[in-house]
């Protein structure tokens, strides 16, 4: 069957439409989920569905004037709806899968769904401009077929990111667990100091005359690596401001966050020379050779808890002090002690990259198969049905 052979049917006639009923912050916890805008379900201590339903928030996931959409949900069995989603039930089993459905809504929800909320302070989606999205349908054989393959890569995508975790769980075990034989202070190890602070009218996405390419706060998100995607220049960098070398080390000086106080990145080659903000501390080894050592000794969780701890501001943004820094006793073995130290936690976090990378392949395998499958590009043929039977 080719693709100019699906059915195109609007989402109201596919389907039943529900508002949910469930206040988010107000239903009584219980034993059935309730279905939210976030990622995980809650619980209801009642039910409002008894069945399948692919569940679609009616509320702009950012707000402040943007339309988007993180995520649709798909829910089965007994459960409730939060007020702010709306529950499509298939009325045609035989026309329609709802797992289909699921993927379909997903894959497309920024094509089909997002241009259909409006509003200006608070963007919303009414049940009428819903109910005229497009729905494109294979016949049922198809979309079993789709929703199978795509069904096994989810779990193979399951499984690599739980060997993610458990390689991540293992580093900071070891990490936790090292039972080093002396200390030093930071203030011995290397030099500190924190950015200049900017005006966001001082910044530049494109390079310009006397602009200089910094790093922002942006540019040190959750994790271990820097996110270079967004580069930004700034004009008016003070001359005596400490620049990144290849053997520097980021750490996050300020931050809403209390424990994303005090998180380190390594230096890469590509920001060299680089300014970072005020929100962010340059700490230049004195020895260059120290700087692997000083990089797990700072990603250690005690460590980290230390600096969490030490932030100032009960409120708002938390902020370490650059004096009581220069304070932290690190841990600093010498010898054959250090380099085992080095080396089995660099070992660790290959395994953490390696998994991370597999992640990574698997869901852009995805997201080109769901949109080379759900273009009609390309068709599942029926004999993969004799895998899908076995």
């Avoid at 007020?83 to 026309?95: F, H």
């Amino acid at each position: 069957m080719s693709y100019e052979s699906w059915e195109t049917v609007l989402l109201g006639e596919l389907c039943s439409l529900t508002r949910g009923s469930s206040p988010t912050q107000k239903t009584l916890p219980g034993d059935y989920p309730l279905i939210v805008t976030g990622p995980e379900p809650l619980s209801s201590s009642e039910f409002q569905f008894d069945g399948e339903a692919v569940c679609v928030p009616m509320v702009s996931s950012t707000g402040h004037g943007h339309a988007s959409l993180k995520r649709v949900h798909y829910a089965s069995g007994r459960f409730a709806v939060a007020n702010i989603v709306t529950a499509c039930e298939v009325k045609n089993p035989a026309e329609c899968g709802t797992r289909f459905l699921y993927i379909y809504l997903q894959h497309f929800k920024d094509d089909l769904i997002v241009p259909r909320m409006q509003g200006t302070a608070n963007v919303s989606l009414s049940q009428r401009e819903l109910a005229q999205v497009p729905v494109r349908l294979p016949r049922l054989g198809e979309q079993r077929r789709i929703v199978d393959l795509i069904g096994a890569v989810d779990e193979a995508i399951e499984v690599a990111d739980e060997q993610c975790a458990a390689s991540n769980r293992l580093l900071r075990e070891y990490l936790e667990a090292y039972d080093f034989s002396q200390d030093k202070t930071l203030g011995e190890l290397a030099m500190m100091r924190s950015g200049p602070s900017w005006k966001a009218a001082d910044e530049s996405s494109a390079a310009v005359p006397g602009g200089e390419p910094v790093l922002g706060i942006t540019n040190t998100p959750q994790g271990r690596e820097l996110d270079l995607t967004s580069q930004k220049y700034v004009t008016g960098v003070p001359a005596n401001t400490m620049r990144v070398t290849p053997s520097s080390i980021i750490m996050i000086r300020t931050n809403g966050n209390r424990n994303r106080i005090g998180n380190v990145y390594r230096s890469s080659p590509g920001i060299s020379g680089f300014a970072v903000s005020a929100f962010q501390i340059i700490i230049e080894p004195v020895d260059p050779a120290d700087a692997a050592l000083l990089y797990w000794a700072l990603e250690t969780p005690r460590i980290q808890r230390s600096i969490s701890d030490a932030a100032s501001g009960s409120t708002g943004l938390g902020n370490v002090a650059i004096g009581w820094l220069r304070q932290l006793q690190l841990p600093y073995p010498i010898g054959e002690e250090r380099r085992i130290f080095i080396d089995t936690c660099e070992a660790l976090l290959d395994a953490v990259q390696a998994t991370d990378d597999v992640t990574r392949r698997l869901r852009n395998l995805r997201t080109e198969l769901l949109s080379s499958l759900l273009s009609g590009a390309h068709r599942i043929p029926e004999t993969y049905d004799e895998l899908m039977g076995a």
